[in-house]
T-cell receptor
Framework: GEDVEQSLFLSVREGDSSVINCTYT??????LYWYKQEPGAGLQLLTY?????DMKQDQRLTVLLNKKDKHLSLRIADTQTGDSAIYFC???????????FGTGTRLQVFP | GAVVSQHPSWVICKSGTSVKIECRSLDFQATTMFWYRQFPKQSLMLMATSNEGSKATYEQGVEKDKFLINHASLTLSTLTVTSAHPEDSSFYIC?????????????FGPGTRLTVL
């Protein structure tokens, strides 16, 4: 079955870069996504990448996709305290409406 | 664009009562909405896919008679937790897709925290 794994926790100093990693198993995924969840809130879409792309950059966010290794990463440049949240990667499953979510990575930014 | 709201934000109810949660797409019409459940410090678990004008499709292990879903209009889906028990306490989140969006992106509501006493 589909399985999406993430490391549980990441702690970085304010101003440094953060890299959150994700591995997935379904090679037929068409799109992969990064969502941010702040405490007690819903999920906010940060960015997405089409499966035939290697990289996508959007302001402070850079997404890298290694389709061969089924590895997705999100790099946040100049990390701020407001970036502290849980980050979920997700993959869309071909020919279904479903998204499969990763386990989530809690990012903590300290001054 | 693509804003999804939920009501209420939180609700406390007594065991045995039923609770209705609303999910609305505010600036688009959503033929398909999704209901998720999230336990503390865990990921989202898809409960069901709600289709406007037809029956919801439930995931394996989700009791359809306990979690009633009604998608009566293109902007509203409701989840009713019937005869709620403490183990139903959770964070319920809905999402919706914009018709014609080839990226399959789901836009999420802010969630509803249900506490059953």
């Amino acid at each position: 079955g589909e399985d999406v794994e993430q490391s549980l926790f990441l702690s970085v100093r304010e101003g440094d870069s953060s890299v959150i990693n994700c591995t997935y198993t379904d090679s037929s995924s068409t799109y992969l996504y990064w969502y941010k969840q702040e405490p007690g809130a819903g999920l906010q879409l940060l960015t997405y990448i089409f499966s035939n792309m290697d990289m996508k950059q959007d302001q402070r966010l850079t997404v890298l996709l290694n389709k061969k290794d089924k590895h997705l990463s999100l790099r946040i440049a100049d990390t701020q305290t407001g970036d502290s949240a849980i980050y979920f990667c997700a993959e869309s499953i071909k020919n279904t409406d479903k998204l499969i979510f990763g386990t989530g990575t809690r990012l903590q930014v300290f001054p | 664009g693509a804003v999804v709201s939920q009501h209420p934000s939180w609700v406390i109810c007594k065991s045995g009562t039923s609770v209705k949660i609303e999910c609305r797409s505010l600036d688009f019409q959503a033929t398909t909405m999704f209901w998720y459940r999230q336990f503390p410090k865990q990921s989202l678990m898809l409960m069901a896919t709600s289709n406007e004008g037809s029956k919801a499709t439930y995931e394996q292990g989700v009791e359809k008679d306990k979690f009633l879903i009604n998608h009566a209009s293109l902007t509203l889906s409701t989840l009713t937790v019937t005869s709620a028990h403490p183990e139903d306490s959770s964070f319920y989140i809905c999402s919706a897709r914009v018709p014609g969006d080839v990226t399959d992106t789901q836009y999420f509501g802010p969630g509803t925290r249900l506490t059953v006493l």
